[in-house]
């Protein structure tokens, strides 16, 4: 029973020998790490060649995007499960062995996912991420918030990937909600309930390019609710848009200075206040997003 791990990296310099050092350590040893050079120009390359262990495959391509990359590293795979991990982020030591374990516990699931918790630029700890527990048929609640929350959290098998295909490479962002539903609309999940993934937040990373995440996500919501599996859910998606808005009003507002921009704030805000049913329960967090938008302005 053999893991590959595929990490796709861009000019990663500062993060990918701790990344890669996240992943030799692992308890579960019988790996094969895959690197996806995706044209890097810095000294990554150079760093990873003086890394030294037999597990470790480096392919070297073109700069062509996160999609593409894991879908490169996909096609170069000989292990029976595949997991993905972005060249900033790290795993705790026994992340691989806990998810492989509950996949052979649970024969019905192809997908097991962890918690998450997240770290800054420096690999300080900042926040826990949701702790979101499903197991089992994931597609409905995947329809409405992405709870896996990042793309270096699940442990996949071959075989499921094989079937659903691979990462969308036309979307900009939103490419893993979008695997991710497709899984689950075959597959059931299985969780770990335990935070395994440190994801490392950057004023640089996609997620800071919010207008481009909005197009991409209400692309992946639309094609979510398409699928067969979605028919007796439509009334869920104003819940769906809900959740949206409201991470972009918030990764809007908690943006650099330099970065902010207080109209794309309220425009986010208000297409989460139509879209949201529960204003009232959610009151307290209206009041927060409306006086940090004011303050911004």
């Known amino acids: ?77 000989k292990g029976e499960y595949i997991s993905f991990i972005d060249a900033d982020d790290l795993w705790t030591a026994d992340k691989l062995e806990l998810q492989w374990q509950v996949l052979q516990s649970n024969s019905q699931a192809a997908v097991a996912y962890s918690w998450t918790d997240y770290i800054d630029e ?16 994931a597609f409905r609640k995947l329809l409405i918030t992405n709870f896996l929350e990042n793309g270096s959290n699940p442990l996949i098998r071959q ?23 497709r899984l689950a609309a075959n ?43 979605a028919e007796k859910l439509q009334h869920l998606k104003k819940q769906s848009l809900s959740h949206l808005y409201q991470y972009l009003t918030f990764k809007a507002i908690e943006a650099p200075a330099q970065q902010r921009q207080t109209v794309i704030a309220l425009y986010f805000w208000w297409n989460w206040m139509i879209n949201n049913s529960t204003i009232i329960k959610n009151k307290r967090l209206i009041i927060i997003a409306v006086l940090k938008i004011i303050f911004l302005m």
């Open 1 to 77: 029973m053999s893991i590959s791990v595929i990490v796709p990296v861009f000019n990663g310099e500062r993060t990918i020998e701790e990344t890669i050092k996240s992943i030799l350590n692992q308890t579960f040893s019988n790996i094969e790490i895959i690197i996806i050079n995706d044209g890097s120009t810095d000294t990554t390359l150079e760093i990873l060649e003086n890394i030294y262990d037999s597990r470790i495959k480096i392919f070297s391509y073109p700069n062509a995007g996160l999609s593409v990359s894991r879908n490169r590293g996909i096609s170069q795979a």
């Open 122 to 137: 420096s690999g300080k700890f900042i926040k826990s991420g949701r702790r979101i527990k499903v197991n089992g048929d």
């Open 159 to 181: 075989q499921a990937l094989e079937k659903v295909g691979g990462f969308d490479e036309s979307l900009a962002a939103a490419e893993d909600k979008d695997m991710w539903l």
């Open 187 to 229: 597959y059931e999940f299985v969780c770990v309930e335990k935070p395994q993934i440190l994801y490392r937040t950057s004023t640089n990373s996609m997620s800071t390019n919010l207008k481009r995440q909005e197009t991409a996500s209400l692309k992946v919501i639309e094609r979510g609710f398409s699928y067969p599996q």
